[in-house]
């Protein structure tokens, strides 16, 4: 089993749809979660980190859930630029060696 | 944006030259990482450095070799490219909090063919 799994995609949505991705991490010793954004042939960035108690930022809400061993990254009133590659990104706790997953593609088309 | 510059943006060379490739830093984080990124392969590290002169081996470092004379700049080397090697080479950095790791800052890469 992958230490990081994520769903490849291609997630094809209207323009105004909610979408919802998950994440699923082996490790239970992980601490640190994070969502990146990569537009194509450009570097990973930072999206949003991903806090116990879910976070929230505009219309990106994160969260995590421990016992299942998941995080999320739900988008709201989805905008063509949306239009990306999102990387989850775990660390375990005391390791500075991230592990990423293989990133889900999400098409916003008009 | 995180200070970080790769050089060069792009490079062609041949089979069987060397190529470095540069990554510089001005936010003086500790840790600094290479990656390379394959279509069907995502992210994967090839070396990392916790500090000066302190380096280690990622899931495909065969083939490279990094330094980290200073603070600001950790260097990749292939000693003698391949093919196989051509690829999108990311370079990042971080820190490690007292509670928790921080996210990693990535350059904008470098495309390297080798023909």
């Known amino acids: 089993r992958k230490e990081v799994e994520q769903d490849p995609g291609p997630f094809n949505v209207p323009e105004g749809a909610t979408v919802a991705f998950n994440c699923t991490y082996s490790?239970?010793?992980?601490?640190?979660f994070f969502w990146y954004r990569q537009d194509c042939r450009k570097e990973p960035k930072l999206l949003m980190s991903?806090?116990?108690s879910g976070n929230e930022d505009g219309r990106f809400t994160a969260q995590l859930n421990r016992a299942s061993q998941y995080i999320s990254l739900l988008i709201r009133d989805s905008k063509l630029s949306d239009s990306a590659t999102y990387l989850c990104?775990?660390?375990?706790?005391?390791?500075?060696?991230?592990?990423f997953g293989r990133g889900t593609s999400l098409i916003v088309h008009p | 944006d995180a200070g970080i510059t790769q050089s060069p943006r792009h490079k062609v060379t041949e089979t069987g030259t060397p190529v470095t490739l540069r990554c510089h830093q001005t936010?003086?984080?500790?840790?600094m990482y290479w990656y390379r990124q394959d279509p069907g392969h995502g992210l994967r590290l090839i070396h990392y450095?916790?500090?000066?002169?302190?380096?280690d081996k990622g899931e495909v470092s065969d083939g490279y070799s990094v330094s980290r004379s200073k603070t600001e700049d950790f260097l990749l080397t292939l000693e003698s490219a391949t093919s196989s090697q051509t690829s999108v080479y990311f370079c990042?950095?971080?820190?490690?909090?007292?509670?928790?790791?921080?996210?990693?800052?990535f350059g904008d890469g470098t495309r390297l063919s080798i023909l």
């Open positions: 990042a950095i971080s820190e490690f909090g007292a509670m928790s790791n921080q996210p990693q800052h």
């Open positions: 490790n239970s010793a992980s601490q640190s």
């Open positions: 991903v806090y116990s």
């Open positions: 990104v775990v660390n375990i706790g005391g390791s500075y060696i991230p592990t």
């Open positions: 936010e003086n984080h500790r840790y």
């Open positions: 450095s916790y500090g000066v002169k302190d380096t």
